[in-house]
């Protein structure tokens, strides 16, 4: 069965850094775009980051382009989060997903999930 | 970025009710909307994809409709497993944005 388990949450003063990671397993990884969202406390669910199945393409989030980097080594099945220049707004459960394709398209849905890790950014 | 708002943020019901959540696209995704359920604690689930398909898996009494700019996820029947966050999200450009979300509580 799917499974997508993140580490590396955890607390952090603002302006340092924290790479998250995503461990799959069940599915052919390579085959897949993955993805992070990311949900602050209470709040709703935001997509900070695309990665194609190759890593050719990748998207960012305008809250998060040029801090965060989304990255992805096939060969151990990992998805990761480079985040670095961190902010207080930056506190959030995040959240690995795998993309149905590929890599995003019309039509893309986000249909399986870790557990979340959690990022608290605070002094 | 397209922008997705839910109607109503929340709405209380009982089990056996029928309940219909609205989400509506600040311009036309055809039918490139998704629905997930959201329990406290968890991840989100998802559940129904272009709009109107239903995930394996989904209990049927769960149903989606709509295309263009507005659309509907309607569950039937409501079961005590059924009370958590739904969300829509489309998926017709990148960033595929959320709706904010309809808290469906237990009256």
């Known amino acids: 069965q799917v499974q997508l388990v993140e580490s590396g949450g955890g607390v952090v003063q603002p302006g340092r850094s924290l790479r998250l990671s995503c461990a799959a397993s069940?599915?052919?990884?390579?085959?897949?775009?993955m993805l992070w969202v990311r949900q602050a406390p209470g709040k709703g669910l935001e997509c900070v980051a695309v990665?194609?199945?190759?890593?050719?393409?990748?998207y960012y989030a305008d809250s998060v382009k040029g801090r965060f980097t989304i990255s992805r080594d096939n060969s151990k099945n990992t998805l990761y989060l480079q985040m670095n220049s961190l902010r207080v707004e930056d506190t959030a459960v995040y959240y690995c997903?795998?993309?149905?394709?590929?890599?995003?398209?019309?039509?893309?849905?986000?249909?399986?999930w870790g557990q979340g890790t959690l990022l608290t950014v605070s002094s | 970025d397209i922008q997705m708002t839910q109607s109503p943020s929340s709405l209380s019901a009982s089990v056996g009710d029928r309940v219909t959540i609205t989400c509506r696209a600040s311009?036309?995704?055809?039918?490139?909307l998704n629905w997930y359920q959201q329990t406290p604690g968890k991840a989100p689930k998802h559940l129904i994809y272009?709009?109107?398909t239903l995930r394996s898996g989904v209990p049927s009494r769960f149903s989606g409709s709509g295309s263009g700019t507005d659309f509907t996820l309607t569950i039937n029947s409501l079961q005590p497993e059924d009370f958590a966050i739904y969300y829509c999200?489309?998926?017709?450009?990148?960033?595929?944005?959320f709706g904010q979300g309809t808290r469906l509580e237990i009256k």
């Open positions: 997903a795998r993309d149905s394709s590929s890599g995003w398209y019309g039509g893309s849905r986000f249909d399986y």
């Open positions: 990665i194609w199945n190759d890593g050719s393409n990748k």
């Open positions: 311009q036309s995704i055809s039918s490139y």
């Open positions: 999200q489309h998926s017709y450009s990148i960033p595929g944005t």
């Open positions: 069940g599915f052919t990884f390579s085959s897949y775009g």
């Open positions: 272009d709009a109107s």
